[in-house]
């Protein structure tokens, strides 16, 4: 089943490779870790140990992309079922998410398995998404089931200045919210991709393929290749 590149099935599909693919740049960093300080404590020390140019460590830039991933993939997933309801349109009520509402400071930053275990489990996640379109009865069926995800109302919720208690509400979708995760990881890598160089003891040739790098400047490098 191949839907047209300007279809609602190929941009979740689009979205859902992209948070993956992000996701396992973290797993081959992980991997990196192991590989280059030899055991599993050293490698949690450099996991740990806070960069003084940064301001933070690998665990906890992690950490707090995935808080973010992990909401619009669980939000994502859930939308499959509902799409199966009798009267799906009774289940389009707005999706709460509360970005900013997290825990600080716990096992997820400071446990490079826990960390692992995160990130595979949101990658099976968003693996839900893709099978439940593959299992479409037709093209049809499947743009339909796309469309119904990727257009399901969210209230994304954030604390958009320090002097005020409640949060704001900006209306979104889950196709915009599944965007913003994997542009907000992006430049999360960015920053690891410092902290991996300068503290955790990693060399270029130990970062997975791209990491840390947006698909935009990957995209400039290429044509800039092609034209030397």
């Known amino acids: 089943m191949s839907a047209p590149a300007s279809s609602a099935a190929a941009l979740l599909r689009t979205l859902c490779r992209s948070n993956t693919a992000l996701c396992t740049q973290k797993v081959g960093l992980l991997d990196a870790l192991l590989d280059r300080h030899g055991t599993p404590a050293a490698a949690a020390d450099a996991f740990t140990t806070v960069c003084p140019i940064v301001g933070a460590s690998i665990g906890q830039h992690f950490r707090h992309s995935m808080d973010h991933m992990e909401l619009i993939a669980l939000v994502s997933a859930g939308k499959c079922t509902s799409a199966a309801a009798p009267d799906a349109a009774s289940t389009a009520v ?135």
């Open 94 to 228: 707005p999706a709460e998410i509360h970005y900013d509402l997290r825990v600080r400071g716990g096992t997820l930053e400071k446990d490079m398995d826990e960390a692992r275990n995160r990130i595979v489990s949101v990658v099976g996640v968003l693996d839900e998404v893709t099978a439940a379109l593959s299992e479409a009865k037709n093209d049809d069926e499947e743009e339909e089931l796309a469309s119904f995800i990727a257009n399901s109302p969210v209230n994304a919720q954030f604390f958009l200045t320090a002097d005020e208690n409640e949060e704001s509400k900006l209306p979104s979708t889950v196709a915009r919210e599944l965007g913003f995760a994997a542009h907000h990881a992006i430049h999360h890598l960015a920053m690891v991709r410092v902290i991996a160089l300068e503290t955790a003891g990693l060399s270029e040739a130990d970062l997975p393929d791209h990491f840390g790098r947006a698909p935009s400047t990957i995209k400039h490098d290429r044509e800039g290749e092609r034209k030397s």
